[in-house]
């Protein structure tokens, strides 16, 4: 079965560090991808995707994510950290084929200190 | 505006009562899906739906029924069999043609059963 494995379940960076949640799937065929974030008490919001195309995708409040089919990951990075990403952040798939269903990673939490 | 909405934001019950969480949403998407969220351990799908009228278990559906007689809305009732219901639940919706299947969240419920 599909899984999805997100290394680390916290993650602390400084202000104005680089963030770099790592995110890897299980599946020969490329499935759809995606990055959710999630403040406190709130659902989740989307950050980013990728579906075909581009393998570098570009989301909001500046994250990226680069697909690497070799390797199975789609990690997310943002170059510079923002006291206001600290949220939790979760990847998620969608196998080829099997339209809708998302697989959830276990979520990574990401503080940010001062 | 289009969106989802959860009602209540917060919910309390005793051991022992049925409770219904509701979930609506105005994007006139095909399938809708209900999640259980807990601490560590990600995302959960309790039940999914992508017809009126028609809906399929998910990973965790014991103790936990829908319906969907609205293409808009989604309830789930929270039975009394659920051995451990006390959670935040998120309501999600997607479209099932077109190329992403993204999914949009509602904002939750936090039920607390004592």
């Not at chain 1, 581009?54 to 990690?75: C, D, P, Q, R």
């Not at chain 2, 899906?33 to 995302?43: A, I, N």
């Not at chain 2, 017809?51 to 103790?63: H, L, P, R, S, T």
């Not at chain 2, 043609?97 to 059963?113: D, H, I, K, N």
Request: proline content about 5%; some cysteine.
């Amino acid at each position: 079965a599909q899984s999805v494995t997100q290394l680390g379940s916290h993650v602390s960076v400084s202000e104005g560090a680089l963030v770099l949640l790592r995110c890897n799937y299980s599946s020969s065929v490329p499935p759809y991808l995606f990055w959710y974030v999630q403040y406190p008490n709130q659902g989740l919001q989307l950050l980013l995707k990728y579906t075909t195309g581009a393998t570098l995708v570009k989301g909001i409040n500046g994250f990226e994510a680069e697909f690497k089919k070799s390797e199975t990951s789609f990690h997310l990075t943002k170059p510079s950290a923002h006291m206001s990403d600290a949220a939790e952040y979760f990847c998620a798939v969608i196998p080829y084929n099997q339209g809708g269903k998302l697989i959830f990673g276990q979520g990574t939490e990401l503080s940010v200190k001062p | 505006d289009g969106g989802i909405t959860q009602s209540p934001k917060y919910l309390f019950r005793k051991e022992g009562q049925n409770v219904t969480l509701s979930c609506e949403q105005n994007l006139n998407h095909d399938a809708m899906y209900w999640y259980r969220q807990d601490p560590g351990q990600g995302l959960r799908l309790i039940y999914y739906s992508q017809i009126v009228n028609d809906f399929q278990k998910g990973d965790i559906a014991e103790g936990y029924s829908v319906s969907r007689e609205k293409k808009e809305s989604f309830p789930l009732t929270v039975t009394s069999a659920q051995k451990n219901p006390t959670a935040f639940y998120l309501c999600a919706s997607s479209p099932i043609s077109g190329a992403s299947y993204e999914q949009y969240f509602g904002p939750g419920t936090r039920l607390t059963v004592t």
